[in-house]
């Protein structure tokens, strides 16, 4: 079928080619002309606006899928789809959107009779070749229709209607919390092994787990191949980001009175990893200096 693709960062640009290499025929826009003109040279059709993007597209219903940042990128970028689209016609949500925005921004659009629906994907930069997960939310129809472009870029089994609008969203955002837990899991018990009175190698453990393990998984095997390229991770500096899903998960943990110990300490980790010194922990040691008296460590002044 036919689409348009707005966005085309590293997940929108592989996408794209996955699409097009699924028979698709896709138009595109992003603020990047260099973007656009290498998914041209891929099979794509290019346009310099989200207006010509939309006239490119024959046919109706027509449907655009939003790949960029979340927040105020993609509610202007929607916005300024649905002047653009007629009713019946369809706009996709496949970016880390909070679930309570893109509720609002389906409320909008339904206003101009334009549908709304929410992708949750999960794939990241090995999604062009190993398909992308996707939980999506909305209207029966709308899902319908976009169905052929979901069947593409997920693999066997890796999409499911999830529910109404929102849902995509939602469950994207506590998955991405699982993720952080995981992610944290994986980190502490690597330092533990790292630090022990054993020379592990730590390709060779985190190998050994894939087979058979009950910790084995896709997060495992790209540990494999980090300490493959990296074995001591001299090269990456421990400043773990966030783009906000791992806040939100324990935002909705506490309003649904959920207890979420591992989410919610594995987002403060990350925290904790921005700092080159920690005020907290300053005052807990001179504390301890003044209840106990303590040995404190003097900071070095050059």
């Given at each position: 079928?036919?689409?348009?693709?707005?966005?085309?960062?590293?997940?929108?640009?592989?996408?794209?080619?996955?699409?097009?290499?699924?028979?698709?025929?896709?138009?595109?826009?992003?603020?990047?002309?260099?973007?656009?003109?290498?998914?041209?040279?891929?099979?794509?059709?290019?346009?310099?606006?989200?207006?010509?993007?939309?006239?490119?597209?024959?046919?109706?219903?027509?449907?655009?899928?939003?790949?960029?940042?979340?927040?105020?990128?993609?509610?202007?970028?929607?916005?300024?789809?649905a002047a653009l689209l007629g009713p019946g016609?369809?706009?996709?949500?496949?970016?880390?959107?909070?679930?309570?925005?893109?509720?609002?921004?389906?409320?909008?659009?339904?206003?101009?009779?334009?549908?709304?629906?929410?992708?949750?994907?999960?794939?990241?930069?090995?999604?062009?070749?190993?398909?992308?997960?996707?939980?999506?939310?909305?209207?029966?129809?709308?899902?319908?229709?976009?169905?052929?472009?979901?069947?593409?870029?997920?693999?066997?089994?890796?999409?499911?209607?999830?529910?109404?609008?929102?849902?995509?969203?939602?469950?994207?955002?506590?998955?991405?919390?699982?993720?952080?837990?995981?992610?944290?899991?994986?980190?502490?018990?690597?330092?533990?092994?790292?630090?022990?009175?054993?020379?592990?190698?730590?390709?060779?453990?985190?190998?050994?787990?894939?087979?058979?393990?009950?910790?084995?998984?896709?997060?495992?095997?790209?540990?494999?191949?980090?300490?493959?390229d990296d074995p001591g991770l001299a090269n990456?500096?421990?400043?773990?980001?966030?783009?906000?899903?791992?806040?939100?998960?324990?935002?909705?943990?506490?309003?649904?009175?959920?207890?979420?110990?591992?989410?919610?300490?594995?987002?403060?980790?990350?925290?904790?990893?921005?700092?080159?010194?920690?005020?907290?922990?300053?005052?807990?040691?001179?504390?301890?200096?003044?209840?106990?008296?303590?040995?404190?460590?003097?900071?070095?002044?050059?």
């Amino acid at each position: 079928m036919q689409l348009g693709m707005v966005g085309l960062g590293k997940m929108g640009a592989n996408m794209t080619t996955r699409l097009l290499e699924g028979g698709h025929s896709v138009a595109v826009y992003d603020r990047s002309a260099q973007a656009v003109a290498q998914s041209v040279a891929g099979g794509a059709t290019g346009a310099q606006s989200l207006a010509e993007l939309v006239g490119a597209l024959k046919g109706s219903p027509k449907v655009v899928w939003v790949m960029v940042p979340s927040g105020a990128p993609t509610d202007e970028t929607i916005d300024a789809l649905a002047a653009l689209l007629g009713p019946g016609d369809v706009i996709v949500d496949g970016g880390n959107t909070n679930y309570k925005e893109g509720l609002l921004a389906y409320e909008r659009c339904k206003a101009k009779g334009v549908s709304l629906v929410d992708a949750g994907t999960s794939g990241g930069v090995w999604g062009l070749k190993e398909g992308y997960c996707l939980m999506v939310g909305g209207d029966d129809q709308a899902v319908k229709t976009c169905e052929p472009i979901f069947t593409t870029l997920a693999p066997a089994n890796g999409y499911a209607h999830v529910g109404r609008a929102g849902a995509g969203h939602f469950s994207k955002m506590v998955h991405n919390g699982v993720e952080y837990g995981m992610l944290q899991a994986y980190g502490e018990g690597f330092e533990i092994l790292e630090k022990s009175p054993f020379d592990f190698d730590l390709e060779q453990v985190a190998n050994v787990w894939c087979y058979g393990s009950v910790v084995r998984s896709w997060l495992l095997e790209l540990a494999v191949l980090a300490f493959k390229d990296d074995p001591g991770l001299a090269n990456i500096r421990g400043y773990v980001d966030d783009t906000g899903e791992g806040r939100w998960t324990v935002q909705a943990a506490i309003d649904e009175n959920v207890p979420a110990p591992v989410i919610t300490m594995s987002l403060m980790a990350r925290f904790a990893s921005r700092q080159d010194e920690s005020f907290s922990a300053k005052v807990i040691a001179a504390l301890r200096n003044q209840f106990g008296g303590h040995a404190v460590k003097s900071e070095t002044h050059g």
